[in-house]
Nanobody, 118 residues
Framework: QVQLVESGGGSVQVGGSTKLSCVAS????????VAWFRQAAGKERELVAG??????????KYVDSVKGRFTISRDDTMTTVYLEMNSLKPEDTAVYYC?????????WGQGTRVTVSA
């Protein structure tokens, strides 16, 4: 049974910071690609940041709109992927979902809402 449990969402002021966590179980975490997606109201889900499997080099990528503000990281010992978000903007408001891809299967977290208000 694969489970991804997210935490860390909530309301944040413009310019503020928060950190999301996603704890995975039931997968070979080191062999899995991990990522964060977000979906704003009325918009398509988009990839925010990702890290390839540790066994494949752990390459990190970000969508241009969050470069320099967000940091994705993984802790293989804790089977957890994090998303640190700084200098938050109203357009960052969305439901954030973690993704774990293992053996070409995608597993999604339940989503956590981040609201950025002035």
């Amino acid at each position: 049974q694969v489970q991804l449990v997210e935490s860390g969402g909530g309301s944040v002021q413009v310019g503020g910071s928060t950190k999301l966590s996603c704890v995975a179980s039931g997968v070979a975490f080191r062999w899995s690609d991990v990522a964060w997606f977000r979906q704003a109201a009325g918009k398509e889900r988009e990839l925010v940041a990702g890290i390839s499997a540790t066994t494949a080099g752990g390459t990190i990528k970000y969508v241009d709109s969050v470069k320099g503000r967000f940091t994705i990281s993984r802790d293989d010992t804790m089977t957890t992927v994090y998303l640190e978000m700084n200098s938050l903007k109203p357009e960052d408001t969305a439901v954030y979902y973690c993704l774990v891809r293992w053996n070409d299967r995608d597993y999604w977290g339940q989503g956590t809402r981040v609201t950025v208000s002035a």
